[in-house]
């Protein structure tokens, strides 16, 4: 764990609204002179704290759907292991790859185009891995809600809990080869420089700042959030699977967990279970105690919870490959 003081704390927030915000923007929010503003910065990624500036896209418009896959092992050796994590992350449609603890003990999301292509990808998995896969659960991304990390700061906004990117749903966007070049560039590069785009596309900085405002209306591009290693703040990530009794009751549940400011993202899904919460926690104890005051709060309405915590992060893509 890295120890950070409030000004960097309020820097990684604003990063975290609009990573592509100039140094000058977020140091008159944040009272630091320009050059202060970037050498915190540059701190901060010297110590790993920042991994990189990401740009938010909604895949989803693009045309992909998002299967996600949890596994739990059984024979499992660590050179298996090994092996089976590196064929999953090598596959250029992988999103999201970890390794967890609690309901699984392996997450996973693939980008596809087609429900056959998945097929496809998931029978040569079995074909070379199937004895080592005790359960196998899958789930289908309809939308992510994705809440502003709040938890940053010591006065926190509450504000804050109204504002989320949504990402999924919507009418697909036709792009051309330039656009999904663009998204590709700056997927895990939010802040390069329009000038150094446009000469890695070798096109113009018109074109450049032209295509982006596009995506942008069109909610390709959701937004523009820095990557954070949470470990190093004192975070952990876990998440929770939650059956309800009572489904209609669905939305009361998030209206209140909406006011946590350590909940960042709600995902809405097909398949296992009707209701799932991501934090951003200090400890398993503090995550136990959100889920018990969720479950006084709404005691007829919860039937159980389980949940999973992100032990170690193979790989994350920021935009699909192919």
């Known amino acids: ?40 910065v540059n ?32 024979y499992m050796t660590q050179e298996k292991e090994k092996e089976i994590i590196e064929y999953f992350t090598n596959q250029k ?14 997450a996973l999301i693939m980008w596809v185009k087609d429900i056959n292509d998945f097929y496809s990808f998931w029978e040569e998995t079995l074909k070379q891995f199937r004895d080592y896969f005790l359960e196998q659960q899958f789930s289908v991304y309809i939308q992510l809600y994705s809440y502003r990390h709040s938890y940053l700061l010591e006065d926190i906004k509450k504000s804050d809990r109204t504002k989320f990117e949504i990402t999924g749903g919507g009418i697909q966007v036709m792009i051309d080869e330039l656009d999904f070049k663009l998204l590709r560039l700056i997927a895990p590069h939010a802040r390069m ?11 113009t900085v018109a074109v450049v700042n032209y295509r982006i405002k596009k995506l942008m209306k069109t909610g390709v591009i959701q937004g523009f959030r820095s990557d954070m290693d949470l470990a190093k703040l004192g975070y952990q990530f876990f998440k929770a699977d939650i059956d309800l009794k009572d489904y209609r009751q669905r939305g009361k549940i998030i209206n209140y967990v909406k006011t946590n400011p350590y909940l960042v993202r709600i995902d809405k899904s097909v398949g ?25 709060k709404f005691p007829d309405v919860i039937k159980k919870h389980k949940y999973v915590y992100a032990s170690k992060l193979h790989k994350m893509n920021y935009m699909p490959e192919a």
Do not use: C
């Not at 120890?3 to 609204?17: A, G, N, P």
């Not at 500036?53 to 739990?72: E, H, M, N, P, S």
């Not at 209701?275 to 969720?294: A, C, G, N, R, T």
């Open 1 to 40: 764990m890295v120890k950070i003081d409030s000004k960097d704390r309020e820097i990684l927030y604003q990063l975290d609204l609009d990573s592509r915000q100039s140094f000058a923007k977020i140091g008159s929010t944040v009272g630091l002179s320009k050059t202060v503003v970037a050498y915190r």
């Open 43 to 74: 701190k901060l990624i010297e110590n790993e704290i920042i991994k990189t500036f990401y740009t938010v896209i909604d895949a989803f418009k693009l045309g992909y759907i998002a299967f996600r896959i949890y596994l739990v092992y059984q």
């Open 93 to 106: 449609l992988n999103w999201w790859t970890i390794s967890a603890e609690g309901r699984f003990d392996l």
């Open 193 to 203: 420089p329009v000038k150094e785009i446009a000469k890695r596309l070798d096109t």
């Open 272 to 296: 296992i279970s009707d209701l799932e919460l991501e934090y951003h926690v200090h400890s398993l104890e503090q995550f136990h105690e959100i889920m018990k005051d969720l479950v006084n």
